[in-house]
């Protein structure tokens, strides 16, 4: 062997040998679990709440160390306290409520110079909340003559194909549709399964934000018709990033837009629009003639039930964390839905009265489809005392499914199991 090959040889091994010296690590040096006394952390008013946080360094119990923590009610004003960790285990006092609602818990501790932050919230007879939103006497009126004048207004549907985005199994294609006067339209992506049956819709209104929205295939991979919007005015997301930036100019403010006035607030175009969707996939030759469904998370869960509610041709809604939902739940002192209106806040004269049309609690009581809804405990968007309070003035068939772990987003295992409930609720 000569003299290169020797060096490259023990090259090699000190190589290797540094490699298993300082390989990755498979877990985390600082590990930690976080339970309460109720294993679905669902109390009773008047029941007090304990948390237990169990956290280990390279396996060997936490000793000494201090948890920070702040409690109180839901998005209100927290207490500071601490806790010490003994053998591995700390505990920390949740308090309670003696009405139906929501606490909280921030903590963090310091380990090894790693600081672990974390949030836990704990419902009290979650079951009994109930919205804070009056219900207008003519709520029903109201929206009638709204989707009466929307009504008149042809869809104007424009299709145009792109096969950049479509599969050997869907078809993607861009489409404008005209859901108001002048002119006032809607973009967005509709896909189709390739093949000469026909097929459920699926429509999926956005999150909030005016952001470009994207096309998937998935949906129809699975079988359906699926079409996901903008909900702004002349946002086509296919426009290159500079033009659509004008554009998105008209989103700017829009959750508080026109707020003064039932008749003025820009969530009525939307709202209607939204149920002018569901007309033009119940329009197109390849819908079965009997399924249609509505999905969505955020804001997107907040249309999908008012969509649901507005539009009768809609056969099953499965929203996620819904936003919009009792909305007047600050004004009370309790955690009210995004845009959480009155948090800190001075909202315009007028925005009381005009908030009770559009809170998505009051939909929620006109839904007559089956619905399949979804949320997490930990959410700071949309807060569980204001979804629950939606959840709860749904008189239908309903299926829920919360995972008090979640935040503001959801588990694949929760969304794959929304997608077999929409599938079970297909009428052949």
Request: overall charge positive; proline content about 6%.
């Amino acid at each position: 062997m000569n003299k290169k090959s020797v060096i490259m040889l023990l090259f090699t091994c000190c190589s290797l040998s540094a490699a298993a010296q300082f390989s990755k690590a498979k877990r985390d040096y600082v590990e930690y679990i976080i339970t309460t006394d109720h294993k679905d952390r669902n109390y009773n008013t008047g029941e007090e709440a304990i948390i237990k946080i169990e956290a280990y360094k390279g396996g060997i119990p936490v000793d000494g160390v201090k948890v920070y923590y702040s409690t109180g009610d839901e998005m209100m004003p927290y207490k500071k306290d601490s806790a010490t960790f003994r053998n591995g285990t700390a505990t920390v006092a949740m308090g309670t409520r003696s009405e139906p609602g929501f606490r909280s818990c921030n903590l963090n501790f310091t380990v090894y110079g790693k600081t672990i932050k974390d949030l836990v919230k704990v419902a009290y007879s979650p079951q009994y909340i109930k919205s804070l939103t009056p219900m207008p006497e003519d709520f029903d009126k109201f929206w009638q003559n709204t989707m009466r004048k929307a009504g008149k207004t042809k869809l104007r549907p424009e299709i145009t194909p792109l096969p950049q985005y479509s599969t050997d199994k869907v078809e993607v294609s861009l489409v404008r549709l005209t859901v108001g006067p002048n002119g006032r339209n809607m973009y967005g992506y509709l896909t189709k399964p390739k093949g000469n049956g026909t097929y459920p819709v699926l429509f999926c209104p956005p999150g909030a934000g005016s952001k470009k929205i994207s096309p998937t295939t998935y949906y129809s991979e699975l079988g359906f018709i699926y079409l996901n919007i903008n909900i702004h005015n002349g946002c086509n997301p296919e426009l290159d990033d500079e033009e659509y930036k004008k554009a998105e100019e008209i989103a700017k403010d829009y959750n508080r837009n026109g707020i003064g006035s039932k008749e003025t607030f820009y969530y009525r175009d939307v709202y209607a629009g939204c149920s002018r969707c569901i007309d033009f996939l119940c329009s197109l030759p390849e819908w079965d003639g009997v399924n249609a469904g509505v999905t969505g998370g955020s804001q997107g869960g907040a249309l999908s039930i008012v969509t649901a509610a507005l539009n009768r041709k809609v056969t099953f809604c499965s929203p996620f964390y819904p936003a919009l939902c009792d909305v007047l739940g600050f004004k009370y002192d309790r955690a009210g839905g995004w845009p959480k209106y009155f948090r800190n806040t001075t909202e315009p004269a007028g925005a009381e009265e005009t908030l009770a049309y559009y809170d998505v609690a009051n939909f929620a009581r006109r839904v007559k489809c089956p619905v399949f809804y979804s949320f997490g405990y930990n959410d700071e968007t949309c807060s569980p005392t204001s979804t629950f309070a939606a959840y709860n003035e749904i008189t239908t068939e309903k299926v829920l499914r919360v995972t008090p772990t979640s935040g503001h987003w959801r588990f694949p295992e929760t969304n794959d199991e929304s997608v077999e409930w929409m599938k079970s609720k297909i009428k052949k």
